[in-house]
């Protein structure tokens, strides 16, 4: 069924009752052309754009939980394509490109609201940085604006630009980046999907993998064996967990990373906006809450929760920015599991093993990476061969020093 | 009861309540205990725990936060309930508590009735009556209706004919099993109607005014007959009680549903805490008492502390018939209208979470999404067990197999100001540093620069001039005649022991064990994936002590940088390290001049040029005060740096000021530096490298041992490190001469309207020079080094192209000849 304005009308006519299943849940088939680990926003991606784009429809994504409970649930949205390197811009600005028209070709409503990210600066280098960054964005056909104070000062007017210990300078504005509702990703992917003939089944945890001569098998998972021609894992914090089934050590650790929100409060801010001189981002989703977020935990785990001290420094880092904020109510804070690699950037390629690839290493930037992510990785597990805009991302570059390291600190992934 | 056990035996307590006053659910009620109204009992109690010394009473005060390890976090409300509080006072505060052993008791929240209009005002929960009328003596209303599916309700009956209010009957969904306190209520002439429901709520702008009841069918799924009305204009309700599980949940522990009491139990602790009481799911009050000494017992006997008897006051025994469970209430039969509302902040109906189960939104965080069920600022306190019910109905399953959604923190909304605390504002968000010199830079005007966390003098305006125009004057005197800037700064690290320079060979990429004592050395460090990380000029002090200087912004992530490797890899080192960047004050004069502005200070030092060649250190006294003077240079011109103690500092600064005034010195700050530095082509880290250069992109090959290992070293020779064709350090220098590319600008090979544009590198610095004349830059270009002589075109953002010629990166004084002179 196809959601349209005339298709409410028509639903409301009968109280509602016959609206069907945003998506099925089939019982698993034995076995698939194509078998998806993670039902995330990019392994549901993937799954889309495997039917729509490359006629493969024998798919399965599974998910051991519910679909869009791990990151894409958990993020605070912020979608961009504010990238500096070239292995980098060209893949996020075609994922922004997609976002632009993924309303359209899911028909559903994601919320993509463009509503502009602002990136402050507060020193001379740091503006300098910014102008080599936009002037790469521009040079890349994507959207860029240096803003100076005085038009900071029109539409931030709640930053505090004089007295900060750290006074604002200025920002960059990608003026095409904003938000989109997560859930609802997931949620769209999911039903496209799905009416493409894609299996999505959940509570369907992954276990083992079976590997014959080299290339795989098949999975078991906790509702029995599956069989797969080919196996993608989009599973962001647990992708060394699942390639370690498959005998694979991957370049990158898992970390914590928190993000919260606020009560619900009349419009104050009504783009991303982030600090320079510290770690902060925020938006507000149209029910009202601030939403937002700041550095790592900074120490390897899975658990899906953070601790105090990094929230204090997020608050504070807050409080310089928007001094306004003292008072505003926090009313939750999560955490996510980061697949943190050793240059900040992903992984989406082939590994050693004959059938299996790999899409993860999303680090905290994956979110706005997700219809681009499942295009290229779509491509990448029809063709057997990356599509030009993930080459720069194969596994195997870290040890040909191919590194692609946006911030410049160095193979420490807690620092990216 | 389980604080005044702990207090007793001897235990530190502390009890922390999120209410005004201790008592909890005790202060809405009538009951007695101990012989006494509660309220007195409690009073009783606080007077006795706060006579112990160990024993801390935190009222206002939520635990907010149950983390890893038995962390809590509290926060304190100080001034939110006095109308005029001491100005200094802090409104609010975290106590951040490491508890070895913690106890909840935390309570239970009743729970809404999910029926056809709750949502009017009026409609209130049975135990907010009951708070209202027996703790603040005001009465919600005039008469009043009970509507419920258990006992509990039932004493709102007698608190409200206490007040006189008039009690126009109970509706209760049970049939069977006229419960005792029925009975009661029918004694005191209230009319109870068993089996019966609400089927509609009819109000006003003020509230209710008349309730429709109903006669339930057995299963409780429909109405089969309309029994009439009944005119009030407070309609309590209660559906039964949630044990506030919510810290339980935080600490790890997983709810487990109780099918009898249709809630959510505690499950397995996972930290050192246990529940008691109502949020352990005890209901009744005498047992709860009895419950929460055994707690405290458990809880000291788990720490070594042996739990002293504490009796524990008689309350009035009274057995309650079990409730009945019915989550969602049918309506009207005839005329199902309205909404039945199962989150009050959010709106969201029972309608809506069983549209959410038939649209597939199944898994009950996906109808949370969905709904918004849960997203209000209780997160769900009043209505997520009922959510959770009417979807579990919704699919045909139990409760206990929808299970919860995650509980986290904060239990109830906690500030930014709470949290942040004091590190606000321009002072204490992040410390300023300031040198011992700051305050001479104010007086003249100085304009600053934040590095880090240091302020650092950016240039000196005089009258009439701009940045340009000082910059410029600033260099020139420095290339002419002397000038002076207070390096201090700089990160330093006093480095010690048997192996220091064996810890210097393998950090640096260069030998240091030929480095003889009073002689310095320039090096740089790499990440283990070869790329520059910062640099500096190590001296050596004497046999086993070296001095490291590092960047200024990279000081600290150095000296961390050392430890790690010291600590975690090379523990057989006998090396240690000091911070002694705020020890020294650090002042550099620069200049052909400076020798004899020098001379014209120290006393025991020979700066001839024989005795202290470039690059080496003395130790004497300048202006009279013990100093060590490095010959180091970062300008190409001769230059000392004089180190003195940082109390000193400002003293031999306003010395050197004076004494150099017949050579005209002048003070320049860290712009004049950057240019000067530029001009003889001196990589800033950090600005000419961005984590992604190695020493050969930079030209720096001599520095680059190529016998002994290092840090990085490795990585240069991978295949894409080692490439040719990688981003090489050059300079450039415009057509236009006067034209300064603007730092940032990325490079191209040739216009071109289409996009992308290949780029083939970008400018790192970029200054007009006065020495020279015409404007310099350094750039990062594809193959640099092979394409000197070509050109390059930097597009700019309003659309112009400047055209350069890439060239080497000294445009002055290549052969070092002033700086060694
Ligand atoms: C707090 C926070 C803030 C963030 N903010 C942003 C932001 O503002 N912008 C942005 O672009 N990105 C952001 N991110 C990053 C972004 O959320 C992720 O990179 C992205 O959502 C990853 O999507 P995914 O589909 O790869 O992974 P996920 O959504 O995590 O999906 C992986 C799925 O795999 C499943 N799975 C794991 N193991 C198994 C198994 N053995 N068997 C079966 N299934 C399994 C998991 O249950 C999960 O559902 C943030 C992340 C967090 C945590």
């Not at chain 2, 200094?88 to 008791?105: I, Y």
């Not at chain 2, 709860?288 to 000291?300: D, F, T, W, Y």
């Not at chain 2, 069983?354 to 898994?363: I, K, M, P, T, V």
């Not at chain 2, 207070?486 to 192996?499: C, H, N, Q």
Request: with cysteine; proline share 4%; glycine share 12%.
């Amino acid at each position: 069924m196809k959601h349209s304005a005339l298709q409410i009308f028509r639903q409301a006519w009968s109280s509602h009752r016959k609206w069907p299943r945003t998506w099925s849940s089939p019982e698993p088939k034995p076995a698939y052309d194509v078998v998806i680990v993670g039902g995330g926003g990019h392994g549901l991606a993937t799954a889309f754009y495997l039917a729509s784009e490359h006629g493969i429809r024998n798919v399965a994504v599974l998910e051991k939980g519910w679909i869009g409970g791990g990151n894409t649930g958990r993020n605070t949205t912020i979608v961009r394509s504010n990238y500096l390197l070239d292995g980098n811009e060209p893949f996020y600005e075609w994922s922004l490109k997609l976002w632009e028209g993924l309303e359209q070709s899911l028909n559903y409503n994601v919320m993509m609201s463009q509503r502009g990210v602002i990136n402050l600066f507060h020193s001379d280098s740091q503006r300098d940085g910014f102008i080599r960054r936009g002037n790469a964005m521009l040079m890349h056909g994507a959207d860029a604006k240096l803003m100076d104070r005085d038009e900071l000062e029109k539409v931030l007017p709640y930053l505090d630009f004089d007295n900060a210990r750290f006074p604002v300078l200025g920002g960059l504005c990608q003026p095409r980046g904003g938000t989109a509702r997560h859930d609802a990703v997931a949620w769209g992917f999911a039903r496209a999907a799905d009416q493409l003939g894609v299996d999505i089944i959940q509570n369907c945890e992954v276990t083992g993998m079976r590997i014959k001569d080299g290339a795989i098998d098949g999975l078991d998972t906790t509702r029995g064996f599956i069989g797969a021609g080919k196996v993608g894992l989009a599973v962001a914090g647990n992708s060394s967990r699942l390639a370690s089934m498959a005998g694979l050590r991957l370049p990158l650790e898992s970390h914590v990373l928190q993000a919260f929100v606020s009560e619900s409060i009349k419009p104050l801010v009504d783009t991303v906006v982030t600090f320079g001189a510290g770690h902060f981002y925020v938006s507000q989703s149209d029910k009202g809450g601030l939403v937002f977020g700041g550095d790592l935990d900074g120490y390897n785990s899975y658990a899906q929760r953070g601790n105090l001290p990094t929230a204090e420094h997020i608050m504070e880092s807050g409080m310089a920015m928007m001094p306004c904020l003292g008072r505003v109510r926090v009313v939750r804070h999560w955490g996510g599991v980061m697949d943190m690699t050793m240059d900040g950037s992903p992984i989406i390629g082939l590994t050693p093993v004959t059938g299996l690839y790999l899409n993860g290493g999303w680090c905290y930037g994956g979110f706005k990476a997700t219809p681009g992510s499942g295009w290229v990785f779509a491509y990448t597990l029809a063709r057997g061969e990356p599509h030009r805009l993930n080459a720069a991302y194969r596994l195997d570059r870290f040890s040909a020093g191919r590194i692609i390291d946006e911030k410049g600190v160095g193979p420490q992934p807690n620092l990216h | 009861m389980a604080a005044l056990t702990a207090a007793r035996s001897g235990a530190r307590v502390i009890v922390a309540d999120e209410q005004s006053e201790f008592g909890g659910g005790l202060l809405g009620t009538g009951i007695e205990v101990g012989g006494m109204v509660a309220r007195k009992w409690v009073q009783k109690m606080v007077e006795a725990l706060a006579k112990w010394p160990e024993v801390m009473m935190l009222s206002r005060s939520t635990v907010t936060g149950y983390h890893d390890h038995n962390f809590l976090v509290i926060n304190e409300r100080r001034t939110h309930h006095l109308s005029n509080p001491a100005s200094l006072m802090s409104r609010e505060r975290m106590w951040r508590v490491r508890a070895k052993q913690v106890v909840l008791a935390t309570g239970a929240i009743e729970r809404p009735l999910v029926f056809t209009d709750n949502d009017r005002p009026g409609v209130m929960l049975a135990s907010a009556v009951s708070v209202y009328m027996k703790r603040y003596a005001a009465v919600p209303g005039r008469s009043l209706v009970v509507f419920t599916n258990n006992d509990s309700a039932y004493r709102v009956v007698h608190d409200a004919i206490d007040a006189g209010v008039v009690v126009k009957g109970v509706v209760d969904l049970r049939d069977d099993g006229v419960s005792a306190a029925a009975d009661a209520a029918r004694c005191a002439g209230v009319p109870v109607y068993l089996g019966h429901a609400v089927t509609a709520v009819k109000s006003n702008f003020r509230g209710v005014k008349r309730i429709n009841i109903g006669r339930l069918s057995a299963d409780g799924r429909s109405v089969v007959a309309h029994k009439g009305a009944i005119e009030c204009d407070v309609l309590a309700m209660s559906g039964g009680w949630n044990p506030t599980v919510h810290l339980h949940a935080q600490s790890g522990g997983r709810p487990v549903f109780d099918e009898t009491n249709a809630c959510f139990f505690p499950g397995v602790s996972v930290q050192a805490e246990r529940s008691t009481g109502a949020c352990a799911g005890e209901f009744d009050l005498s047992l709860c008492l009895v419950r929460a000494v055994e707690a405290a017992s458990e809880a000291l006997r788990q720490v070594g502390i042996d739990p002293v008897t504490v009796d524990t006051p008689g309350t009035a025994q009274h057995s309650e018939a079990p409730l009945r469970a019915l989550w969602s209430i049918p309506g009207d039969p005839v005329m199902p209208r309205g909404k039945k509302f199962v989150d009050y902040q959010n709106d969201t109906t029972e309608a809506d979470i069983r549209l959410a189960a038939r649209e597939g939104y199944r898994s009950i965080e996906h109808v949370k999404r969905y709904t918004a069920l849960g997203f209000g600022t209780d997160q769900g306190k009043l209505g997520n067990v009922n959510g959770m019910a009417i979807l579990a109905d919704a699919l045909g399953q139990s409760p206990g197999a929808i299970g919860t959604t995650t509980y986290r923190p904060n239990y109830t909304p906690v500030t930014f100001g709470a949290i942040a605390g004091r590190a606000v504002g321009e002072v204490l968000f992040d410390p300023i540093r300031r040198t011992p010199m700051h305050e001479w830079h104010v007086e003249k005007g100085a304009a600053f620069e934040d590095v880090g966390q240091w302020k650092r003098p950016w240039y000196y305006p005089l009258p009439g001039e701009d940045r340009e125009k000082a910059v410029s004057r600033e260099c020139l005197a420095t290339r002419q005649s002397v000038g002076i800037l207070d390096a201090s700064t700089l990160g330093k690290i006093e480095i010690t022991g048997r192996d220091a320079a064996e810890l210097l060979d393998r950090i640096y990429t260069n030998a240091w064990k030929s480095l003889s004592v009073g002689r310095c050395r320039y090096g740089l460090m790499l990440g283990e994936d070869g790329m520059v990380m910062d640099d500096g000029v190590t001296s050596r002090l004497s046999e086993h002590r070296y001095l490291m200087t590092t960047t200024t912004g990279g000081a600290a992530h150095v000296l961390n940088w050392l430890e790690r490797w010291l600590q975690t890899e090379w523990p057989e080192l006998e090396v240690f390290l000091t911070s002694v960047t705020d020890r020294w004050s650090v002042t550099s004069i620069a200049g052909p001049k400076s020798r004899e502005l020098l001379e014209s200070l120290s006393e025991g030092i020979d700066l001839s040029p024989e005795t202290l060649p470039f690059m080496s250190f003395c130790e004497g006294h300048v202006a009279g005060i013990a100093a060590r003077v490095f010959r180091i240079s970062f300008s190409g011109e001769v230059a000392y740096e004089i180190n003195v103690s940082a109390d000193q500092g400002l003293s031999l600064w306003r010395t050197v000021m004076e004494a150099g005034k017949p050579f005209g010195i002048t003070p320049y700050g860290t712009d004049a530096m950057h240019v000067l530095r530029a001009e003889k082509g001196y990589v800033i880290v950090g600005q000419d490298t961005d984590g992604s250069v190695t020493p050969i992109d930079l030209g720096m090959d001599w520095i680059v041992s190529k016998k002994k290992d290092f840090i990085g070293k490795r990585s240069l020779s991978r295949a894409d490190t080692a490439r040719a064709n990688r981003k090489q350090l050059v300079g450039l220098k415009t057509e236009n001469s006067t034209v300064v590319l603007p730092e940032g600008a990325q490079l191209v090979n040739g216009f071109s309207s289409s996009r992308p544009v290949p780029m083939v590198g970008h400018v790192t610095s970029s200054y007009f020079s006065a020495t020279l004349g015409y404007s310099i830059a350094l750039a990062l270009i594809k193959g640099g080094r092979a394409r000197l002589g070509g050109t390059v075109y930097a597009p700019l953002l309003d659309g112009q192209l400047i055209k350069a010629t890439i060239t080497e990166p000294v445009f002055y004084d290549s052969d070092n000849v002033r700086q060694r002179d």
